[in-house]
């Protein structure tokens, strides 16, 4: 199942034996050893996704979500407005590669949509990881998710 994304150049070690095996599976699919990587990480990341429970995930997103964005928010910004929470977001989206975003605003009514490949559960943690920050703005978005997107409208 092919995966669409943007790619970033990473360089790192892997044992001999390990890359061997690498190399014969990608040969064996007629795909290249990058490709079969990428698809082993994200069927993992899946995989441990989909291993806790959904209240778990609420949670984590939660707490991970009042600490992390307000310490880098105001730390780059200086202070937590609507604004500087959606130059996190698109920062998260240009840099960390967590999802791909996209904004709306009309008429001071903001629709962002945040898409990605990581299945409902990465979807149930990205809503209230972000959903912290906006709090911490003073905005109470509403919010649809599904297994590929989150969609914050305020």
């Known amino acids: ?65 009042k600490s992390g ?3 880098i928010i105001a730390s780059k910004w200086g202070k937590i407005t609507v604004n500087t929470v959606i130059e996190f977001i698109h920062d998260l989206s240009a840099y960390a590669n967590l999802f791909e975003y996209y904004e709306k605003n009309e008429n001071e009514r903001w629709t962002i949509t945040l898409m990605h490949e990581l299945g409902p559960k990465w979807s149930t ?17 509403k919010t649809r998710t599904s297994d590929r997107a989150v969609i914050f409208t305020f």
């Not at 892997?14 to 069927?43: F, M, P, W, Y």
């Open 125 to 141: 943690f990205l809503t209230n990881y972000i959903g912290e920050a906006f709090i911490a703005a003073g905005v109470q978005p």
């Open 69 to 71: 964005p307000m310490a």
């Open 1 to 65: 199942m092919a995966r669409e994304g943007r790619t970033v150049a990473k360089s790192f070690r892997v044992n001999e034996k390990a890359l061997g095996a690498l190399q014969e599976e990608a040969n064996r699919q007629s795909i290249s050893v990058n490709t079969l990587v990428n698809q082993l990480l994200l069927d993992y990341s899946q995989e441990i996704l989909n291993s806790v429970p959904d209240d778990n995930l609420v949670k984590a997103g939660q707490i991970a979500g």
